[in-house]
T-cell receptor, first 115, second 115 residues
Framework: DSGVTQTPKHLITATGQRVTLRCSPRSGDLSVYWYQQSLDQGLQFLIQYYNGEERAKGNILERFSAQQFPDLHSELNLSSLELGDSALYFC??????????????FGPGTRLTVL | AQKITQTQPGMFVQEKEAVTLDCTYDTSDQSYGLFWYKQPSSGEMIFLIYQGSYDEQNATEGRYSLNFQKARKSANLVISASQLGDSAMYFCAMREADTGNQFYFGTGTSLTVIP
């Protein structure tokens, strides 16, 4: 158990809908990262927050947004869902935001299926 | 250019034998970190081992060791005495300390341990 929690574990929804994925980092970790893992794309970095502020942006679509709250939990919002958004969404946390040694601890993931 | 390249989509190894999973990386940063993660069929991402760019000795963690060849920009994972539970996807990742906060992941290698 990494100490990172993600809810829900599974989510099934329809095209055009909006969903919210939730992540609670390990106690004391200030950085939260979101990743999308699909079969054909591998593990893609989406976005990073550090202590409530956006720090890095990867291949995140405009239909997706995220935020980190004062209690450090984070939410990833996916809207106007398409079939291709079906994937495993990981949240990871780390204590720091910079430096080469910045081990990330991954949550169990949320499996999103868009029908 | 790909930041992380894993050229072996699938590997097989006999139980109790050693296996090397290849990883090459591309960076112009002087300070960076290299990571290996294991993803079993259950889906969670498990941190295995870390190597910093300034570390002179190869990292070891139990049966895992990282064969770091800086000049060749390679960071191969060596698993000794393979066990059936080692069957999983293995991802190599890099974090550049000088530029940005992203983690870059390779496409992964699927390892199957044969009894």
């Amino acid at each position: 158990d990494s100490g990172v929690t993600q809810t829900p574990k599974h989510l099934i929804t329809a095209t055009g809908q909006r969903v919210t994925l939730r992540c609670s980092p390990r106690s004391g970790d200030l950085s939260v990262y979101w990743y999308q893992q699909s079969l054909d794309q591998g593990l893609q970095f989406l976005i990073q927050y550090y202590n409530g502020e956006e720090r890095a942006k990867g291949n995140i679509l405009e239909r997706f947004s995220a935020q980190q709250f004062p209690d450090l939990h984070s939410e990833l919002n996916l809207s106007s869902l398409e079939l291709g958004d079906s994937a495993l969404y990981f949240c990871a946390s780390s204590p720091r935001t910079s430096g080469s040694y910045n081990e990330q601890f991954f949550g169990p993931g949320t499996r999103l299926t868009v029908l | 250019a790909q930041k992380i390249t894993q050229t072996q989509p699938g590997m097989f190894v006999q139980e109790k034998e050693a296996v090397t999973l290849d990883c090459t990386y591309d960076t112009s940063d002087q300070s960076y970190g290299l990571f290996w993660y294991k993803q079993p069929s259950s889906g969670e991402m498990i941190f295995l081992i870390y190597q910093g760019s300034y570390d002179e000795q190869n990292a070891t963690e139990g049966r895992y060791s990282l064969n770091f060849q800086k000049a060749r920009k390679s960071a191969n994972l060596v698993i000794s005495a393979s066990q059936l539970g080692d069957s999983a996807m293995y991802f190599c990742a890099m974090r550049e300390a000088d530029t940005g906060n992203q983690f870059y992941f390779g496409t992964g290698t699927s390892l199957t341990v044969i009894p």
